[in-house]
């Protein structure tokens, strides 16, 4: 697999403002798979003019980045093209259980062959045969005609919000 190799495993910091006295700090592989597993995610992108602009999609978390597609006339795409920072979000809609994530990063479009296959392949793997892509000239082609540009949020920090026992964790990313 060409993919980028996964970056170090995050720095983390338990955050005791926002956390209760008996909690510690969450663990990165729980983390992971909470995105890993993950059927919804909100991506967080900024308008030209400054104004935030968010919208649900669905997407993959794979080798230490978060994988999503849009159309190249989609404002995500408009705004990305001006600035590429961008923060996924994913949870549960839920106050006394469960974890929300917020992955800040950079989000480049990616355009190799060998990555969008196994990106494509992910997304088959995650959401089934309705998600389907070809991959054809650097981009995902769906047979109802869509096609669409691939991109690759690398995080610089994420922050995990725990419930039960309520906790903020901070993951500072190297670079």
Known sequence: MSAPPAPARP?????????????????WDDVQTALERAELYWLSTVRTSGQPHVTPLIGVWSSGAFWFCTGAREQKAHNLAANPRATAVTGTNSLRNGIDIAVEGSAQSVHEE??????????????????????????????????AVVYRLTPTTAYAYTKGTYSQTRFTFEG
């Open 114 to 147: 060998l990555q969008l296959r196994t990106v494509a392949a992910a997304y088959v793997a995650k959401y089934g045969e309705d998600w389907a892509f070809e991959v054809r000239d650097g981009h995902f082609d769906h047979p109802d005609g869509g096609r």
């Open 11 to 27: 720095e983390s910091h338990l955050d005791p403002r926002y956390s209760e006295p008996a909690a510690t700090p969450a663990d």
